[in-house]
Nanobody
Framework: VQLQASGGGLVQAGGSLRLSCAAS????????MGWYRQPPGEQRELVAT???????TYADSIKGRFTISRDNGKNTVHLQMNSLKPEDTAVYYC????????????WGQGTVVTVSS
C-alpha cells in the first residue's frame, strides 16, 4: 500500500490546515489509520488514530483542536487542524495498520507543517 500525504504548508498561529492521506488501495478493512508527527530535533509521536469502526484517539496536546476522519469509499484519511500553535510545527506522517496481529504498518512520505508565531 502506498500512502500519499498532502495539505501541509506555512500558516500563522491560530490558523487552520487540513491534511489528507490517499491510499493506493482500499482501506476498508484496515483496523487503524492514523497521523503521527515529528517535530524538528524530536522523535516521532502519535497525533491521532481512527479505527475501522470510527473510534478516535488523540494526543493530549491536540485534543479539541484537531479532528481525524476517514472516508473508506475514497480510501482517504483527513486531519483537520484548527487553532494551530507554533509547537505544532512538524513533519506529519500518515500511518496505516493493515493488520494488528501480526502488526503490518505502512507509512506515507510526510508533509511539512510550519506554524509561525
Amino acid at each position: 500500500v502506498q500512502l500519499q500525504a498532502s495539505g501541509g504548508g506555512l500558516v500563522q498561529a491560530g490558523g487552520s490546515l487540513r491534511l489528507s492521506c490517499a491510499a493506493s488501495r482500499s482501506i476498508f478493512r484496515f483496523p487503524v489509520m492514523g497521523w503521527y508527527r515529528q517535530p524538528p530535533g524530536e522523535q516521532r509521536e502519535l497525533v491521532a488514530t481512527i479505527t475501522s469502526g470510527g473510534t478516535t484517539t488523540y494526543a493530549d496536546s491536540i485534543k479539541g483542536r484537531f479532528t481525524i476522519s476517514r472516508d473508506n469509499g475514497k480510501n482517504t484519511v483527513h486531519l483537520q487542524m484548527n487553532s494551530l500553535k507554533p509547537e505544532d510545527t512538524a513533519v506529519y506522517y500518515c500511518n496505516a495498520k493493515a493488520s494488528l496481529q501480526p502488526t503490518v504498518n505502512y507509512w506515507g512520505q510526510g508533509t511539512v507543517v510550519t506554524v509561525s508565531s
